[in-house]
């Protein structure tokens, strides 16, 4: 049995808990955000066994795609200098990030 974390834009999360359960895949929603943005991810776990983890891997790939998006910088006021304004960048978002894990034991009580 393997278990599959995907790191997810929350815009992507509702499409992809849909087909993975349209699938037969159980999926756990999590609350996360991201470092550089400081914007809302969701992280989601499933479990899975090894035969289905690229059925799992391909459900991502096809729900979540990158895109860009026109943000601020947000810098820590500690390195803001006097009179900075912050100017707007633009930068990917969407995608995913996948592990995949070993699960020594599982049990659902």
Do not use: W
């Not at 808990?17 to 159980?26: A, V």
């Amino acid at each position: 049995m393997k278990l599959v974390m995907a790191i997810i834009h929350d815009d992507d999360a509702q499409k992809v808990m849909d087909e993975l359960s349209r699938n037969q895949f159980g999926v756990t929603k999590l609350a996360s955000t991201g470092g550089f943005l400081k914007s809302g991810n969701t992280t989601l776990i499933i479990g899975a066994g090894e035969e289905k983890v690229d059925d799992v891997i391909s459900i991502i790939e096809n729900k979540c795609k990158s895109r860009k998006q026109v943000t601020t910088a947000n810098f820590p006021l500690t390195s803001v200098a006097d009179g900075y304004v912050p100017y707007p960048i633009e930068v990917t978002v969407g995608g995913a990030t996948i592990f995949v894990l070993d699960v020594e034991q599982f049990k659902k009580i």
